[in-house]
């Protein structure tokens, strides 16, 4: 999720988080619709984990992991792109990570 404000750089994971964003920080903004702050449809990188179409399990795997984290991360880069906020996502992760590597499944 992002705010839509033209300068502003927030970016999170909850409604409640940008709702709370909205009123502080960018009051201005109105109650915005799920098209107008999604960055990219969750649903999309959680098939790509958990489904394998070819056996019908629902098991992730790392390669799968690490297909869905690329899949992600184009996508913010995309939106980026869309909303000509480069710069301010230059970061694609969007919030500081430690290891900036895919998580595996033992850490699942």
Not at 64 to 75: G, I, K, M, S, W
Not at 86 to 101: C, I, Q, Y
Request: aromatic content about 8%; glycine content about 6%.
């Amino acid at each position: 999720m992002y705010c839509s404000g033209a300068a502003c750089t927030w970016r999170g994971t909850r409604k409640e988080e940008l709702r709370k964003h909205n009123k502080g920080q960018c009051p201005t903004l109105a109650e915005e619709r799920h098209e107008q702050y999604l960055i990219y449809e969750p649903k999309v990188i959680l098939d790509c984990i958990f489904e394998d179409p070819g056996s019908g399990t629902v098991t992730p795997s790392n390669s799968r992991l690490e297909v869905a984290t690329t899949y992600a991360l184009a996508f913010v880069a995309e939106r980026a792109i869309e909303l000509q906020k480069t710069e301010m996502w230059e970061d694609l992760w969007g919030r500081p990570v430690t290891v900036k590597s895919c998580v595996t499944v033992a850490d699942i």
